[in-house]
């Protein structure tokens, strides 16, 4: 299941952007994060596929979500300006952000790409 991160869970287990200017991920899995509102058509296209992904990927990979309107700082911080907009986060190499509703089968080629899940 994937789960919904506030900026404070986000500087835990994501990265504290408030403290470092450099990238430097929390995390001991790779991970996607959803940057998404309700209101967003788009956006309920991805969900239910990244809830598959969690579930069918749990142990190898972490699926957050952040929800742009109540969370705007930090989707300022990401200089995120259209949702969706994916973050795929690597354990050991630089994020890299993917926008628009992506199908399933690109989300399985990035995570097989960027974050080397299979």
Known sequence: MAELLT???FKE??????????????????AIVDFYADWCGPCKMVAP????????YQGKMHVYKID???????????GIQS??????????DPPQMA??????E???KAMKDIL???
């Open 7 to 9: 900026k404070e869970t």
């Open 13 to 30: 287990k994501v990265f504290n952007f408030e403290e470092k200017n450099e990238w430097d991920y929390q995390g001991d899995l790779p």
């Open 49 to 56: 596929i990244l809830e598959e992904i969690s579930t069918e």
């Open 68 to 78: 742009t309107d109540r969370e705007q700082e930090l989707a300022a911080a990401f």
């Open 83 to 92: 949702i969706p907009s994916l973050l795929f986060i690597p354990v050991n």
């Open 99 to 104: 926008q628009g509703a992506l199908p399933r």
């Open 106 to 108: 690109s989300l399985l």
């Open 116 to 118: 080397h899940v299979e």
